[in-house]
């Protein structure tokens, strides 16, 4: 066994041999796997194996579709074979019109990736499944590639060819330790040795958290029981002449495959099981939990239903094990928050179908630091510290409930709420606020007129609509109050600050007391990896010189990992986070200087606090931290508070904003009013595919500036070849349903851009969408077509920020 190696990737399941592989597809071949027993003893080996296309969004599709095209070329190599059964097609089912309506949306999404789905009435459902009965049944998906696959040839393949490749694999070798040195390089403690490397992979499946333990670290991962059985021959199988679809059925919770003449039945049981929540048994080695039928007793009855077939035929064998699940149900792929030289691919619940693309995607970050997709969706930082062991387990029962069921638009699910809330969230539910969860935190979405009331779960636009438009009247005449909390705050202090975030911003930053100032950081590539605010604040008895460094509420890891990685030993650059200690209050409107001033002491004048300012003071008799700057577009302030004061606060506001008309506003508005801004949203808009030229942020990039920023060099490579795509605003020619993101933008046939946020605005009338296009289409003028849920509408470009395109309210 090697004592020292570049990488040592821990697990010998689809994820730990797939990364292996794809590690030595990226030229580097000084890498190692370690598996404590033989590879896909885990999970894998009694894995369902489907291999399917489908994915909520673009970059899901994309590695799902590299999955299908490698496995296809494994099955195809003749001095290696392996049992794919590429192709078979799958249909989705779905019994209501809005499930219908978000097939349609997701046949628009796959078309950017180049894959082709259909949405299918009942009858053609029965006609390419003559198993199923089309009552209760208006339609479904079509995935004409998706197919099954055997686990452990698929397996056996990748680390046949890794090891062809230079790589070496340690089976029954289990790891007893993990030691990380100062220069962040690792040990793995064997029991057949050490292995010292640079770069340490969790690919330990349902043990993740046994590796994870000794890193120091706990990862939002848990296990489910899961169950299926094969069944007997079926005649009609044998009869038809061609193989059987593979079925997923959110109406009754099941799939079905086709296994050799008979079926593969799955099962999502309301009534579901966590496993290994209080230890896994060492010895629990191509293993199976006990069977119990009787717990799949409801879903089996609407299986039936569903295939009268069933009810004539045997049970050959039933099959009970753990799959693993994360909060939001998607892996877990790339960087351990917190750690260096640490990488995961982890939570692997639908593995063998998508483990090609995430051992791919996973070997770009490891080798090039960064991957061809933005991978924020699978990121392991998207989920902040409150991702403990309960609470996942929660979420886990919640979507495996709803595994077939998509997430429709503001659709929010009640497991595990809430889980971080401020002292105004009771207030604000008081109020009748409706809540939308943003990093763990409870933030008002808008104001309900009734306790009661509930909209309807659409792709539409739904029964808020009027609700929001009155929300942003209020801000657009008089004055609005809407509280932003877990918004990312870091403090940053030291003699060397400025030079600090000159590194590591593409454009000017702000080095002067009592000014704000915003930027954007790349990556190595050149493209857009951050948005920041930063605002200085001079050393006052609050503390000393300081950077406040300001950005979305979901980027709180992955910035300070970001940041920190960058730190120079010989810098005198200190960072604290102040996330979890203070919130802000947003007061918008022409109205809300004359609120702020009937509150808090001093000058509040456009003279004396203009537009990108930032004041320590006082509301009421409470601390806070005053910017001057607006999302919404309208003259606003940033009320930055400590936790302990920010009732006091929203009382002081409220009582001030009494005599001018203050009305509450949520999330929702917020966000209707940053589309018709111009301002961009944070791994919606703002995606590390894109460099900040094409993401139309040229004002905010100077590449001649004295100091070298990251990314540089790359980005003036890429200058010199010119754009791939262009941000652009759109306008779109309907007004019962907004575009979503995902969606392709075509001309004729060809696809020619994708949505990336949308919404209607209010103040303007406009049916509003951001999208990259090609280039040649990016001109104000230039007209395309949006796919709105099976049918085709105009969409034209329009100059950005159609609202106050002068910026002169928020300058006022």
């Given amino acids: 066994m090697k004592s020292r190696t570049k990488v040592v990737v821990i697990g010998g399941g689809i994820a730990g041999c797939s990364v292996l592989y794809h590690l030595t597809q990226e030229g580097w071949s000084d890498v190692v796997l370690v598996e404590r027993n033989e590879l896909t003893s885990g999970t894998t080996w009694h894995s369902a194996a489907q291999v399917t296309n489908f994915g909520q969004n673009q970059t899901m599709v994309g590695l799902k579709t590299h999955s299908i095209n490698l496995y296809k070329e494994l099955a195809d190599d003749p001095d290696y074979p392996i049992n794919y059964h590429y192709a078979d097609g799958g249909i989705r089912l779905a019994n209501t019109d809005a499930q219908m309506q978000g097939y349609h949306h997701f046949v628009s999404v796959a078309k950017g990736m180049g894959v082709d789905f259909e949405v299918i009435d009942a009858e053609e459902c029965a006609r390419r499944h003559p198993l199923i009965s089309t009552e209760n049944l208006l339609g479904g998906l079509w995935d004409p590639l998706d197919g099954d696959i055997d686990p452990a040839q698929l397996c056996q393949a990748l680390a046949r060819r890794a090891r062809k490749a230079g790589a070496e694999v340690y089976r029954n070798t289990p790891v007893t330790d993990l030691t990380q040195h100062k220069d962040d390089t690792w040990t793995v403690h064997t029991e057949h040795g050490d292995i010292d490397c640079d770069i340490v992979v969790n690919c330990g499946g349902y043990r993740v958290n046994e590796v994870g333990k000794m890193m120091g670290v706990h990862h939002p991962v848990a296990s489910m029981e899961h169950q299926y059985f094969l069944t007997e021959d079926i005649p009609a199988i044998a009869e038809a002449g061609h193989r059987m679809p593979l079925l997923r059925c959110p109406i009754s919770d099941y799939y079905s495959r086709q296994e050799k003449n008979g079926l593969l039945v799955g099962f999502y049981e309301q009534g579901c099981k966590t496993w290994g929540l209080d230890g896994i048994d060492p010895n629990f080695v191509n293993a199976l939990c006990p069977d119990d039928l009787d717990r799949i007793t409801d879903v089996l009855e609407g299986a039936f239903e569903r295939m009268p077939a069933l009810m004539e035929v045997g049970i050959h064998s039933i099959v009970n094990g753990p799959i693993t699940y994360t909060i939001d149900g998607a892996p877990l792929i790339g960087p351990i928050p917190g750690k260096r030289n640490a990488f995961c691919a982890i939570g692997l619940r639908a593995g063998l179908g998508e483990g090609g693309g995430h051992g791919w995607l996973l070997a770009q970050m490891i080798v090039h630091g960064e991957a061809c997709y933005d991978t924020w969706c699978i990121d392991p930082r998207r989920f902040a510290g409150h991702t403990n062991e309960e609470l996942t387990a929660l979420k886990a029962i919640e979507d495996y409930q709803n595994e077939f069921r998509f997430h429709f638009p503001h659709e929010h699910r009640p497991a595990a709420r809430p889980a971080k809330t401020t002292p105004l969230t009771p207030v604000l539910a008081a109020e009748g606020a409706e809540f939308t969860v943003v990093n763990g935190w409870e933030r008002m979405d808008?104001?309900?007129?009734?306790?009661?009331?509930?909209?309807?779960?659409?792709?539409?636009?739904?029964?808020?609509?009027?609700?929001?438009?009155?929300?942003?009247?209020?801000?657009?005449?008089?004055?609005?109050?809407?509280?932003?909390?877990?918004?990312?705050?870091?403090?940053?202090?030291?003699?060397?600050?400025?030079?600090?975030?000159?590194?590591?911003?593409?454009?000017?930053?702000?080095?002067?007391?009592?000014?704000?100032?915003?930027?954007?950081?790349?990556?190595?590539?050149?493209?857009?990896?951050?948005?920041?605010?930063?605002?200085?604040?001079?050393?006052?008895?609050?503390?000393?010189?300081?950077?406040?460094?300001?950005?979305?509420?979901?980027?709180?890891?992955?910035?300070?990992?970001?940041?920190?990685?960058?730190?120079?030993?010989?810098?005198?650059?200190?960072?604290?986070?102040?996330?979890?200690?203070?919130?802000?209050?947003?007061?918008?409107?022409?109205?809300?200087?004359?609120?702020?001033?009937?509150?808090?002491?001093?000058?509040?004048?456009?003279?004396?606090?203009?537009?990108?300012?930032?004041?320590?003071?006082?509301?009421?008799?409470?601390?806070?931290?005053?910017?001057?700057?607006?999302?919404s577009g309208e003259l606003a302030y940033e009320i930055h508070v400590p936790n302990a004061s920010l009732y006091a606060v929203y009382l002081a506001l409220r009582a001030a904003g009494e005599a001018h008309g203050l009305k509450l506003f949520g999330a929702r508005a917020v966000d209707s009013m940053r589309m018709e801004k111009g301002f961009l949203h944070w791994k919606a808009d703002l995606l590390t595919e894109f460099d900040p030229f094409e993401t139309g942020l040229d004002r905010f990039v100077k590449p001649g500036k004295a100091a070298d920023f990251i990314g540089k060099e790359a980005l003036l490579a890429r200058m010199a070849e010119g754009p791939r795509k262009k941000f652009v605003t759109l306008k779109i020619d309907a007004t019962h349903a907004p575009a979503h993101g995902g969606a392709s933008l075509l001309q004729g046939e060809t696809v020619v851009g994708t949505i990336t946020s949308a919404d209607w605005g209010h103040r303007t009338g406009l049916n509003l969408a951001y999208a990259f296009v090609d280039p040649a289409l990016s001109a104000p003028g230039s007209t395309m077509e949006l796919e709105l849920y099976g049918a085709r509408v105009a969409a034209e470009v329009i100059p950005a920020s159609p609202y106050d395109q002068g910026f002169d309210l928020m300058r006022s």
């Fill in 446 to 631: 808008y104001i309900k007129p009734s306790p009661d009331f509930h909209p309807s779960l659409s792709f539409n636009f739904d029964e808020a609509f009027k609700l929001i438009a009155a929300e942003i009247k209020a801000v657009q005449e008089a004055v609005g109050l809407c509280e932003v909390n877990g918004f990312n705050r870091f403090e940053i202090t030291g003699a060397d600050r400025h030079a600090f975030l000159d590194r590591m911003f593409c454009g000017a930053v702000t080095k002067k007391d009592g000014r704000v100032g915003l930027g954007y950081l790349l990556n190595q590539q050149g493209m857009v990896k951050g948005e920041a605010t930063v605002a200085n604040l001079p050393a006052s008895d609050r503390g000393p010189a300081r950077a406040w460094y300001g950005s979305a509420a979901a980027a709180e890891l992955h910035d300070m990992d970001w940041l920190t990685q960058h730190l120079n030993a010989d810098e005198d650059v200190q960072i604290r986070s102040l996330t979890n200690d203070q919130t802000i209050l947003v007061l918008a409107g022409p109205k809300a200087r004359d609120v702020l001033s009937a509150c808090s002491r001093g000058d509040w004048s456009k003279q004396a606090f203009p537009w990108l300012s930032v004041r320590e003071c006082y509301i009421g008799f409470s601390p806070a931290t005053v910017l001057g700057v607006s999302f």
